[in-house]
């Protein structure tokens, strides 16, 4: 288990050194982005392949970002946790908005987001990202265009994109991902609107999360994977209240197969519940996004970690997302500040029946009895 150490360099810089207790793993990720075969070894007399995960939530680095962007490069939402996740060999956030500097913008729509795909795409590959969900409420903002340059420039930098495509099968189709015998599927869904965003027999689009599609997509995902991971851009804005479709649709994967459900597009924190053989995360919050909310400015990354198919724990690195204070570059937390994000998780994530512990200013969920 990890035992973090933060510690201030020159000015307000945060530096991260972090002290992984558990051995690490990894599965196959797209050229550019490899970190070695899922690792496999020996506890008493049965051989073990350990998969680690990371996700986060929300990206997006136009907006109110762009400026400071220009200012600091595009590397700099990474800096203070480009350490957080070497030692992971998956790692997944939602891509909010399109990378293009084309198309039109989508008319009637109060925010339309993008960023520019040469900038973006590189760093979210020197990050360490190898795969992102574009099934969200931004993903056409603009247009078809925009989501061929999106995915063009992630393909370009080897990162793997689910959850939208030129039609449905596309937009529904799982991605793989297979390196050293250990295959992980992901699969993404939108339940936001505009309607027109979702893609339909002939049109382009994300993956609407409808409940027969989705459990025919985990089962089928589950044939050719011994993980599976399914996101979804649900909910409410703003809130840590559930909707009871999000709770519906998050079994509904589980019983079908899946092993861990991420959740996006509150943009605040949202509960945990371990179900079943399974562990839903309802909302990851804000992760580096271009606004000045001054209701996301907490959030955390997850760290997920499987053996041989089955997750058997979570770790939760609070990080501080508040950009008035971070500007757009997340900053993990520590003492008092660490232990109110793991608090309030805990207090949305006990009537779920998930318990939390405080493990140094980082929140684990042991997932092994």
């Not at 020996?42 to 907006?63: F, H, N, P």
């Not at 793997?160 to 992980?184: L, Q, Y």
């Not at 869904?189 to 979702?198: G, I, R, V």
């Not at 724990?313 to 204070?325: A, F």
């Amino acid at each position: 288990m990890y035992l973090p150490q933060w510690f201030f360099t020159s000015g307000s810089r945060l530096g991260v050194v972090l002290l992984c207790g558990l051995a690490s793993a990894c599965v196959s990720t797209p050229e550019g982005a490899q970190r070695g075969d899922a690792e496999r070894v020996l506890s008493g007399e049965r051989a073990v392949t350990r998969v680690k995960l990371s996700a986060v939530g929300d990206i997006m680095l136009g907006g109110s970002a762009a400026p400071e962007m220009q200012k600091y490069g595009y590397d700099h939402p990474f800096d203070a946790v480009r350490e957080v996740f070497q030692e992971s060999h998956l790692v997944f956030g939602n891509l909010e908005g399109p990378l293009t500097d084309a198309g039109q913008a989508e008319h009637d729509k109060r925010f339309v987001f993008r960023s520019p795909p040469q900038s973006v795409a590189p760093a979210l590959s020197n990050a360490g990202f190898n795969i992102v969900s574009l099934a969200n409420n931004h993903t056409l903002d603009y247009g078809v265009e925009g989501l061929q340059h999106t995915m063009q420039a992630l393909d370009a930098v080897g990162i793997h994109h689910v959850g939208a495509g030129m039609n449905a099968d596309e937009a529904r189709k799982p991605v793989i991902v297979d390196r050293g015998g250990a295959r992980v599927a992901f699969l993404a869904y939108s339940l936001t609107f505009p309607e027109n965003f979702w893609a339909g027999e002939n049109t382009p689009g994300t993956a609407f999360g409808h409940e027969d599609h989705l459990r025919a997509d985990v089962a089928s995902a589950k044939l050719g994977a011994d993980i599976v991971v399914v996101s979804f851009h649900w909910g409410r804005e703003a809130t840590t209240e559930l909707r009871d479709y999000q709770r519906a649709l998050a079994h509904t994967a589980v019983d079908a197969g899946a092993v861990l459900v991420l959740g996006h597009h509150p943009h605040v924190l949202q509960g945990i519940e371990r179900y079943k053989n399974g562990l839903i995360l309802y909302s990851l919050g804000n992760f580096a996004f271009g606004s000045y909310s001054r209701r996301a400015t907490r959030s955390v990354i997850a760290q997920c970690t499987f053996e041989n198919g089955q997750l058997i724990s979570l770790q939760l690195i609070p990080i501080n997302v508040n950009n008035v204070e971070v500007v757009f570059q997340p900053l993990p937390l520590i003492g008092e500040a660490a232990d109110e994000v793991i608090a309030g998780l805990q207090g949305l994530s006990r009537p779920l029946g998930t318990g939390i512990q405080n493990n140094n200013g980082v929140g684990v969920v042991n997932l092994v009895d």
